[in-house]
């Protein structure tokens, strides 16, 4: 009887302590769950706005289209503008007919100068200081597209959201292509509004190539007004 008791109370003590073994698994389960929730909820707070999201992760992984590359345009038959492109964004490019490709980011590039390389694409680094875009910035770049066989070769110009770019193609278009300003500005103003600093610079690329030309082109909008803080 007593060895049926003992048993008994073995068994009893087992399931009690598998059920407190359950239970702390559960709760240590509920914590994690919880501590990566937080973190997620933190990093859509604090990532940079640049970075993508999970929404924008996802879409990533999917089976990769020029629609997927950030503020993609076709500026001209033989001109292309975009935000950053990925390897796979550049094989396509160059699918479409891209044959250069010219990087308006600063910094150290290697990554891209390979890929292009292992693609076949020309490539063409002008780094232009966000904080500080120069005319000298501009004539390099025109001097690069000015050696573009138009009629053969296509041009991806890029940045890292295609704001330099878009402010690029549209003085390339009005100042040396010679078209219609207000066509120009619809692209851009797709893209972003130039901020007064990026406005002054831009004027000032305007006001050199009037002076060289004999032109009168003049900017149908004024600058975005300063952010407030």
Avoid at 33 to 47: C, I, V
Avoid at 70 to 97: I, R, V
Avoid at 180 to 204: G, R
Wanted: charged share 15%.
């Amino acid at each position: 009887m007593k060895k049926h008791q003992s048993a008994a109370l073995k068994i009893l003590k087992d399931t009690l302590s598998f059920q407190t073994s359950k239970r702390s698994l559960a709760v240590v389960a509920a914590c994690i769950s919880l501590g990566l929730g937080l973190s997620a909820h933190a990093n859509a707070y604090h990532e940079d706005n640049s970075t993508p999201q999970a929404s924008d992760q996802a879409q990533m992984n999917a089976t990769p289209t020029l629609a997927t590359l950030t503020n993609f345009q076709k500026n001209a038959p033989f001109m292309y503008s975009s935000g950053l492109p990925d390897a796979s964004h550049l094989s396509l490019l160059k699918e479409e007919g891209v044959t250069h490709v010219i990087d308006l980011i600063p910094g150290n590039r290697t990554s891209e100068i390979l890929t292009t390389s292992e693609l076949g694409l020309d490539y063409f680094n002008v780094p232009v200081d966000w904080e500080g875009p120069t005319l000298a910035n501009f004539l390099n770049y025109a001097a690069f597209m000015q050696s573009v066989d138009i009629e053969e070769d296509k041009v991806l110009t890029h940045c890292k959201l295609n704001w330099r770019g878009a402010a690029f193609t549209y003085l390339y278009r009005i100042n040396v292509l010679g078209e219609s300003e207000q066509a120009a500005k619809k692209d851009l103003m797709a893209i972003w509004h130039p901020n007064p600093t990026w406005y002054a610079f831009m004027n000032d690329v305007i006001s050199h190539y009037n002076e060289v030309n004999g032109q009168q082109v003049a900017m149908s909008f004024e600058a975005a007004a300063p952010e407030s803080h």
